[in-house]
């Protein structure tokens, strides 16, 4: 009889515990991405990287601005992947489709003897806002190589609206400025 209690107890345990799981909200995933592919091929060759977030953005979790000095983060909506690895990616394609080239490399890339240009950028802030915008604040640094000597060093924030609610939206919105970014970014070359 004893076991038979214990029995009862670790099965009505188990079955609380399995419907408490069910109650946590599932979690979705976000990638930023380009404004299309980069030519095939070769061309002028542009490094891209290393890309440097912010200390509060060097997480999993979409951020938002709540407020002057308060931030928060989505717990059910995350990025994909590592956010850096990503801005590089899609900086990297928006560039190759502005300067026309398929010779475009993230950091790191090994041998960079092919490699006219390095592009280092830092993501200052990075997020949605209250007001119903993301906005982004970078800076970056463009190197001729292989001299490495520094030829521009720039910056430059910006907002998108979002055209409708969601953490989709958000996303999308943190793309297109990030296509602006690389505007600027291909402007300054």
Known sequence: MPRLIL??????IAAIAAHLSSCAPAKS????????????GGGMGIG???VALAAYLDRP??????GANRLALAES????????DNIASVIATNLGRRKNTGNVRTYPWGDDSQLRYQVSIDIRQLHGTANGDAFVDAAWRVYSLPDRRMITSK?????EPL??????????AQSRLLA??????????
């Open 7 to 12: 029995f009862l107890k670790l099965a009505a």
């Open 163 to 172: 055209r409708a609610d969601g953490y989709d939206e958000l996303a999308a």
């Open 29 to 40: 995933y976000y990638l930023l991405t380009p404004e299309g592919s980069a030519p095939a």
């Open 77 to 84: 909506h995350r990025w994909a992947g590592d956010l850096e």
């Open 48 to 50: 891209v990287g290393p």
């Open 155 to 159: 910056s430059w924030s910006g907002t």
């Open 61 to 66: 979790n979409l951020v938002f601005q709540e």
């Open 180 to 189: 602006k970014l690389s505007t600027r970014i291909a402007d300054s070359m």
